[in-house]
């Protein structure tokens, strides 16, 4: 399936996803979860990303803030607020510092809170999605605030994108492990 242009689509992609990457999760052995993330030997893995994330918990709570980064978005500009997407003075080219703050916030927080707390957040997302119509997620226009992408495509690349990148990262990693 390519990149959804569709309500229907993007539920699916998002659910698909979501329960790949959870059953990948579910066959994590032991040592394969206590053993840190090390890419690099790898020198086609440049972005910071691989860098960064040294275990489960740390994709988890990344995509949790993903997620919370579109939800406050949604609600704040949904109430009349004029709320961007990226927080205060991060921009796209910026974005990363942003994504190291979210993994210094989490170093205390469990796999399990993580685990918990990215469960919580894509139900809210999927949620939220529910409540737009194809049109009004997928139409170049449909809110002023999105700016002149859709309001799907965040949707997306919060959800089963990125869901698709940490399935990519957990692979690597369990190549590493064997």
């Not at 992408?149 to 994108?161: A, D, N, P, R």
Request: charged fraction near 25%.
């Amino acid at each position: 399936m390519g990149r959804p242009t569709t309500k229907s689509d993007l539920i699916s992609a998002s659910a698909e996803k979501y329960d790949e990457m959870n059953g990948l999760i579910a066959s994590l052995t032991e040592e394969e979860l206590t053993t840190p993330f090390d890419f690099s030997k790898d020198v086609r893995k440049k972005e910071a990303h691989w860098g960064r994330d040294k275990n489960l918990r740390d994709v988890l709570v990344h995509l949790y803030e993903w997620h919370q980064l579109l939800i406050q978005w949604v609600r704040g500009n949904r109430q009349g607020e004029d709320r961007k997407f990226l927080p205060g003075t991060i921009n796209w080219k910026t974005y990363g510092v942003m994504n190291v703050d979210f993994w210094k916030k989490h170093q205390n927080t469990t796999l399990e809170e993580a685990k918990e707390m990215l469960a919580g957040s894509h139900q809210e997302v999927m949620e939220l999605a529910e409540t737009f119509t194809s049109e009004e997620l997928f139409s170049k226009g449909a809110y002023s605030w999105v700016g002149g992408s859709t309001l799907g495509s965040y949707f997306v690349s919060t959800t089963s994108s990125h869901y698709q990148w940490a399935i990519k990262k957990l692979k690597a990693h369990r190549k590493n492990c064997s």
